[in-house]
């Protein structure tokens, strides 16, 4: 019975046993230059990586691929392609240390998302973030409701940076418990102060219904007060 595969192509595609040893050198080559470019280039930690530095390790990550395992892309031209990025990448930090507006338009700005334990409402819609991921990056620094939250910015590079109230000025916020957020209705069961689940913003309410004095909203979530456990 024939093989169903060819099995030399599929493991070698046709490349003889001593193209693994080139393999090998050119994989030592190119791993060594991409260290050498990131050691030059000054790369911060992953999590402080920019927008604009992300490209580079992209960039970096494709030109030093192919020359590791095809033997038609030569080492020179993938070591030049290197040299370049990193006079570019030389380049584009000058100019960012040389002019705000460049590095506004390349780094962004710096958006205070949450006020005073309220949505930035505006600031927080231009952002690509869910309010659902924002809420689990707030929960995971151990942050039970906004009513902690003094203020709350979404640096460059994405890391959101929180601000604290003390624990005598906690006020009422938006909890941020899955199982008190989800507890949210637009009809009011009790007197009490209660949290706008569009803008966190909190006032007493009476029974039946309400709508936000902010932004015109009328769900809600009874709001709680408790200080922050650290």
């Known amino acids: 019975m024939e093989d169903i595969f060819e099995w030399r192509r599929l493991l070698f595609n046709d490349l003889p046993f001593k193209f693994l040893f080139e393999v090998i050198f050119r994989t030592v080559i190119m791993f060594t230059v991409v260290l050498l470019t990131l050691k030059f280039a000054g790369k911060r930690g992953v999590k402080q990586l920019s927008v604009f530095e992300v490209v580079i390790i992209i960039s970096l990550g494709s030109a030093a691929g192919d020359p590791m395992f095809y033997e038609d892309v030569g080492l020179i031209p993938a070591i030049l392609v290197f040299l370049i990025i990193l006079l570019m990448y ?66 460059t590079n994405g890391a959101i940076s929180v601000f604290f109230y003390d624990d005598a000025d906690v006020k009422y916020g938006l909890p941020l418990r899955p199982q008190l957020f989800l507890l949210k209705s637009k009809n009011i069961p009790k007197a009490g102060i209660y949290a706008c689940t569009f803008c966190a913003n909190t006032q007493r309410l009476e029974p039946t219904s309400g709508i936000c004095s902010v932004c015109g909203k009328g769900e809600w979530v009874e709001a709680i007060k408790t200080k922050r456990i650290v």
């Open 90 to 155: 030389r380049t584009v930090t000058w100019l960012l240390g040389k002019s705000k507006k460049f590095e506004n338009f390349i780094e962004g700005r710096v958006k205070c998302l949450i006020e005073d334990g309220q949505f930035s409402i505006t600031s927080f819609e231009r952002e690509d973030l869910a309010q659902d991921e924002f809420f689990a990056e707030l929960r995971l620094k151990s942050i039970e409701h906004l009513g902690q939250v003094r203020n709350a910015y979404i640096e």
